[in-house]
C-alpha cells in the first residue's frame, strides 16, 4: 500500500475509532469480550502505522501517540452519558498496540533477513 494511502487510512480509522468511542452508552454491557475488543481496535492501529513505512523512531514515536490518543478517549468518556472511563481499557488498549508492534516489526525484520539470503 502507497505511503499516501496508508497514511489516510490511518486517519480515517483515528476518526472513526473516536467516533464509536464518544457514542453515548445505553446502558447494554458490552460482556466478556470488552478487553479483547479493545486489545484489537488498537492493535488495529499499530498495523496502520506500521504500512504507513516509517522509521523505526517515527514509528515508535506514533505507537505512543495512539496509546495517548486512547487515554484522551477514555477521559472524553467520562464526559458521555452512560460511558465511562476505565484504567483497564486503557490497559488493554496499550497492550494491543505493544504486542502488535512487537510481533510486525519482529515478524518484517525476519522478512528482510529472509530476502537478503
Known amino acids: ?18 467516533f464509536l468511542s464518544l457514542q453515548p452508552g445505553d ?10 475488543s479493545h486489545f484489537v481496535t488498537y492493535g488495529i492501529f499499530a ?16 505507537c505512543i501517540g495512539v496509546v495517548a490518543y486512547s487515554g484522551l478517549l477514555e477521559v472524553a468518556q467520562s464526559f458521555v452519558p452512560g460511558r465511562e472511563m476505565s484504567a483497564l481499557d486503557l490497559f488493554a488498549n496499550t497492550l494491543g498496540v505493544l504486542l502488535t508492534a512487537l510481533l510486525r516489526t519482529r515478524y518484517f525484520a525476519q522478512e528482510k533477513l529472509h530476502d537478503k539470503v
Open 27 to 36: 446502558g447494554l454491557s458490552v460482556g466478556p469480550y470488552d478487553k479483547v
Open 47 to 62: 498495523a496502520l502505522a506500521h504500512s504507513m513505512h516509517l522509521s523505526t523512531r517515527h514509528y515508535v514515536y506514533v
Open 1 to 18: 500500500m502507497r505511503k499516501k494511502h496508508s497514511t489516510i487510512l490511518f486517519g480515517s480509522y483515528a476518526m472513526l475509532v473516536a
